[in-house]
């Protein structure tokens, strides 16, 4: 659970936010203002970004090895970025598959 946290303010750090701003998650904005933006399109912007910074550390890791000028350094920090990226949006995933069996396996 700590990885999860640790992973989320390096992304925030990084300038990476997946769109997401404290109480517009919960749709809680002020009156008359923005609602929040819905569950499925934060996922989805959450997607669409990590697949941005994948691509970024695969084209930098190519211009690396094809020896483009790309250092060494930026394509590591490229890959890391990418990876916590890619474990966070996989937390979220195994969290929103434990909240759907847990609410399945309710009776009403």
């Known amino acids: 659970m700590s990885d999860m946290?640790?992973?989320s303010s390096a992304l925030a750090a990084s300038g990476s936010s997946f769109g997401v701003?404290?109480?517009e998650i919960l749709g809680t904005g002020?009156?008359?203002?923005?609602k929040g933006t819905p569950f499925a399109g934060l996922l989805q912007s959450?997607?669409?970004?990590t697949a941005?910074?994948?691509?970024?550390a695969t084209t930098t890791v190519n211009g690396m090895l094809s020896g483009q000028g790309v250092d060494i350094h930026q394509?590591?920090?490229a890959t890391q970025k990418a990876d916590m990226a890619f474990e966070l949006a996989l937390q979220v995933r195994n969290k929103a598959v434990g909240a759907y069996q847990q609410m399945m396996g309710m009776q009403f």
């Open 5 to 7: 946290f640790v992973g």
């Open 21 to 23: 701003k404290g109480p």
């Open 30 to 34: 002020e009156a008359g203002g923005d």
């Open 46 to 49: 959450m997607v669409k970004e």
């Open 52 to 56: 941005a910074l994948d691509h970024q």
């Open 75 to 77: 394509a590591m920090i």
